[in-house]
């Protein structure tokens, strides 16, 4: 079915949260804070938050364990503490890895749901408010309804996905991305560009989506100079933040594709950070694409302000440099791991084996 749904409410600008006080209060009484182990703690996110609630007499609990790429394991960590501490609602604030542990947490917290059903997306409807503050400019978590962990068992990472798992709120405030380092600056725009890229290969891709995922690529390529030099304004950082939020809203109707499929593999086995996986991927997978559709990779080119795949591909290598070795033995595996996922459906052209295998191969050998 071909439709855009994205239920949350953004409210974005500097000094968001300070200047938006009820929307905290009309959560509840007590809220469960949960970051990563440092970065909220240094940008001024978590300081903006608690200010807040201090000013309106609410009480908060922290659960700052998320590592990134969060496991199963975290997630129940996470829920126990909120149900122990009695939240009513819960802020996620961080990159994609706390924003996505909160999630899992929000609905666990208020659902008895076992390992094994939680990846079966059979969950109730239960699940405790959320308002969420994006702190890389990447993942879009802010506004999707997934949820993506690292599944030991399965030695991959899954995505759990419900309409429960949308965040009621997200404050985007650029300001606390003023001391990302380089390499998570580079690495989480490329996700957000990938998301944007694949809702546009995605079988569920539609005009509006099209539409959002259009600014939000030309939105990021206004800023690959800059990239390039590690030389960004507080202006180009809120480009970056507001394009990857729109490339949130894309996939939450059009989910991702082969490339993140993909991406899970090398993340798991090489410990390679999420967009970067996508990134040392993203230029082959266009070249196959661009051999069954050569009009729809041309349009997403344009956007870029390139002429051909080859040049996308060095200016991704330009940013991502030496990349890691891989071998063939390590390609087969990952292409077996690969298939079954949904992700490789939802393809507008579905590769078959082969094709993973050589996108692989040509990417990383
Ligand atoms: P991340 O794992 O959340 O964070 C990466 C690193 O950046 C951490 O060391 C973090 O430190 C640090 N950091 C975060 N904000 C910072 C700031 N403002 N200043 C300085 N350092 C900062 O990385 P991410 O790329 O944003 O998220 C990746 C995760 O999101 C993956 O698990 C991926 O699968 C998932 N994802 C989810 C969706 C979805 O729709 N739900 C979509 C794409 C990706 P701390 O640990 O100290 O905070
Ligand atoms: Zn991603």
Redesign the pocket.
Same mark, same amino acid.
């Given at each position: 079915m071909l439709q855009y749904f994205m239920p949350t409410r953004v409210i974005m600008g500097e000094d968001s949260i300070k200047k938006n006080p009820s929307v905290f209060s009309e959560m509840g009484k007590k809220a469960l804070i949960v970051? !990563?182990?440092?970065?909220?703690k240094k %940008?001024g996110s978590l300081d903006d938050v608690i200010e807040v609630l201090s000013k309106n007499g609410q009480s908060w609990s922290i659960y700052d364990k998320v590592m990134? %790429?969060?496991t199963v394991e975290c997630v129940y960590e996470g829920a126990s503490h909120a149900r122990a501490e009695e939240v009513d609602y819960v802020i996620g604030i +961080? +990159? +994609?890895?706390?924003m996505?542990a909160a999630k899992a947490i929000a609905m666990l917290a208020c659902q008895d749901i076992t390992e094994d059903q939680l990846f079966s997306g059979n969950y109730g409807k239960e699940v405790l408010p959320m308002i969420f503050v994006p702190?890389?400019a +990447?993942? !879009? *978590?802010e506004v999707?309804s997934? *949820?993506?962990l690292t599944h030991h068992k399965q030695k991959t990472?899954i995505g759990i996905s419900s309409p429960v798992l949308f965040p009621d709120v997200a404050f985007l405030d650029a300001k606390?991305?003023d001391?990302?380092?380089r390499d998570?600056t580079v690495?989480?725009v490329i996700?957000a560009l990938s998301h944007s890229v694949e809702g546009m290969l995605s079988v569920r891709a539609n005009p509006l989506t099209d539409a959002l995922a259009s600014v939000s690529i030309r939105m990021i390529a206004s800023c690959f100079e800059a990239l390039k030099k590690f030389d960004l304004s507080r202006k180009d950082r809120e480009n970056l933040l507001y394009a990857s939020t729109l490339a !949130?809203m894309v996939?939450s109707s059009t989910g991702t594709v082969a490339v993140h499929a993909m991406g899970y593999s090398l993340t798991y086995f090489k410990n390679m950070?999420?967009?970067r996986a996508n990134g040392v991927l993203l230029a082959e997978f266009l070249r196959f694409i661009e051999e069954h559709l050569p009009d729809k990779v041309e349009q997403i080119l344009s956007y870029m302000g390139m002429k051909n795949v080859d040049e996308f591909k060095d200016l991704l290598d330009e940013l991502l440099g030496l990349k890691e070795e891989i071998t063939l033995d390590e390609i087969n595996m990952y292409t077996e791991i690969t298939m079954p996922k949904h992700n490789i459906k939802n393809t507008i052209v579905e590769p078959k084996k082969e094709d993973i295998f050589n996108i692989y191969k040509s990417s990383l050998c």
């Open positions: 970051t !990563g182990k440092s970065s909220a %940008n990134s %790429n969060p +961080g +990159g +994609g890895s706390p996505d702190t890389t +990447g993942t !879009g *978590s999707t997934a *949820s993506v990472k606390y991305m001391d990302l380092p998570v690495y989480t996700d !949130g996939i950070d999420h967009g």
